[in-house]
T-cell receptor
Framework: GQQVQQSPASLVLQEGENAELQCNFS?????MQWFYQRPEGSLVSLFY???GTKQSGRLTSTTVIKERRSSLHISSSQITDSGTYLC?????????FGQGTVLSVIP | EAAVTQSPRNKVAVTGGKVTLSCNQT?????MYWYRQDTGHGLRLIHY???????EKGDIPDGYKASRPSQENFSLILELATPSQTSVYFC??????????????FGAGTRLSVL
């Protein structure tokens, strides 16, 4: 089945620094999505990005299908960006998730 | 904004007991999902449904049943709970035919402890 690997597993940034989170998947995808899990546990969708580049504020997602990878770039990190970032891929909304990157942004 | 409500939010059960986790969504999505989240495993799909009356096995269905009596409601049933089912459970809904975003909306999660 589909395997999704995220790196790094955890990351500590000083406020204002940038971050690049990676997601690699084993087979061709129909859907690539990024989710953010708040420290208290709730999950929200960040991007649906099966190919190309999408930007929302300080977040940019880039998916390269041929290389079976997607990245999430966070610019000018803020303390409120702390939490877990999950990528997921699959078809017909049956998603397989990576294990996530735990981001901590410190003053 | 899609609304997905899970109940209960926290549950303590005894080994061998029956546990029912409930999920309700108010946006008329066709698809609903149950995931569990454990440290080191991320989110894993247990059961899902394409509409009322349908249930499908996900990646880790053993020990779980699901029920979709209506468009709005999707339940996860543990007939004989075991300590290995201690986890955080998330319900989600989404409808790829309805939205170009093709995303999932998650409930707040249920923390289940089986003693």
């Amino acid at each position: 089945g589909q395997q999704v690997q995220q790196s790094p597993a955890s990351l500590v940034l000083q406020e204002g620094e940038n971050a690049e989170l990676q997601c690699n998947f084993s087979t061709s995808l129909n859907s690539m999505q990024w989710f953010y899990q708040r420290p208290e546990g709730s999950l929200v969708s960040l991007f649906y990005n099966p190919s190309g580049t999408k930007q929302s504020g300080r977040l940019t997602s880039t998916t390269v299908i041929k290389e079976r990878r997607s990245s999430l770039h966070i610019s000018s990190s803020q303390i409120t960006d702390s939490g877990t970032y999950l990528c997921a891929t699959g078809g017909n909304n049956k998603l397989t998730f990576g294990q996530g990157t735990v981001l901590s942004v410190i003053p | 904004e899609a609304a997905v409500t899970q109940s209960p939010r926290n549950k303590v059960a005894v080994t061998g007991g029956k546990v029912t986790l409930s999920c309700n969504q108010t946006n008329n999505h066709n698809n609903m999902y149950w995931y569990r989240q454990d440290t080191g495993h991320g989110l894993r799909l247990i059961h899902y449904s394409y509409g009322a009356g349908s249930t499908e096995k996900g990646d880790i269905p053993d020990g779980y049943k699901a029920s979709r009596p209506s468009q709005e409601n999707f339940s996860l049933i543990l007939e004989l709970a075991t300590p290995s089912q201690t986890s955080v459970y998330f319900c989600a809904s989404g409808d790829p035919g309805q939205s170009s975003q093709n995303t999932l909306y998650f409930g707040a999660g249920t923390r289940l402890s089986v003693l």
